[in-house]
């Protein structure tokens, strides 16, 4: 029997339907796997790029180690005074703190940036076991981080606050259900103009820190001011030079380890 013209029509329709459909899941399914590889094919590991920042900052002695894993470690320039540990943002490469490091080993501050895996301190927030493990006991250890590192710094600090001396904050908070009962008190650095580490959440996020914990703002600075790796998506806009930020970061920074040594 002859098939009617409605029928072909019918078909027809569904043909165009279901080619529609197969042209989406081909682009959602290109998209999620390039979304994928971006993640888990992360850029090269390069020391020193874009992180010296004066003559000073340039003759400091910075090597990969591995210590449970690799890390960037920044020597400190002459007698070594205070540990730091800082966990990296979320999927950006921890040579991008390497300037803080660079910074601060004047201070006689020695400093650990540990390569998280996949570039998520959520993979690795036990890192600092090793570390502290390494560093042995005499001098204080202070844990920090930037973003979900500084998150993560802060789930590792509810856990083994008696480890450490202090931590450091930069535009992160601690997750909701996590509170840092410590006997020293923490740092937490906030850009003014930051619209990722939104200023309420990291407003309400001192009230799960330390007794006498301390929100410094870097007026005009954003997000990604805290690192050097670029604009970040979200951000706000800075009206400050990522040189002043960097400055006033620095300052604050300095100071408080300055007090713990």
Not at 96 to 122: H, K, N, S
Request: proline share 5%; aromatic share 6%.
């Amino acid at each position: 029997m002859a098939e009617s013209a409605s029928g072909t029509k019918v078909r027809g329709r569904w043909r165009r339907v279901w080619r529609f459909v197969l042209v989406v899941v081909l682009i959602a399914a290109a998209y999620g796997i390039g979304a994928a590889q971006s993640i888990v094919v992360r850029p090269p590991l390069v020391l020193g790029q874009d992180a010296v920042t004066d003559a000073a900052s340039a003759a400091v002695t910075v090597t990969l180690e591995d210590v449970g894993g690799q890390a960037i470690h920044i020597a400190a320039t002459g007698q070594r005074k205070v540990v730091f540990i800082f966990y990296p943002g979320g999927l950006v490469r921890p040579q991008a703190y390497e300037w803080l490091g660079r910074a601060l080993a004047a201070q006689g501050v020695e400093t650990w940036i540990p390569v998280m895996p996949f570039d998520l301190a959520v993979t690795g927030i036990n890192r600092a076991d090793a570390i502290i493990a390494h560093v042995g006991s005499g001098v204080p250890v202070v844990i920090g981080g930037h973003s979900l590192g500084g998150a993560m710094a802060s789930d590792y600090a509810s856990r083994h606050a008696s480890q450490l001396k202090g931590m450091v904050l930069c535009g992160a908070y601690p997750a909701g259900n996590v509170t840092v009962s410590a006997s020293w008190p923490a740092l937490s650095l906030r850009g003014g103009n930051d619209l990722v580490a939104k200023s309420a959440d990291v407003e309400g996020g001192m009230a799960r820190l330390p007794t006498g914990s301390q929100l410094v703002t870097i007026d005009g600075s954003v997000h990604a001011f805290f690192g050097r790796y670029g604009p970040q998506a979200g951000d706000g806009t800075p009206t400050i030079s990522h040189a002043d930020a960097e400055k006033a970061i620095l300052a604050a920074v300095g100071s408080y380890l300055a007090a713990l040594a």
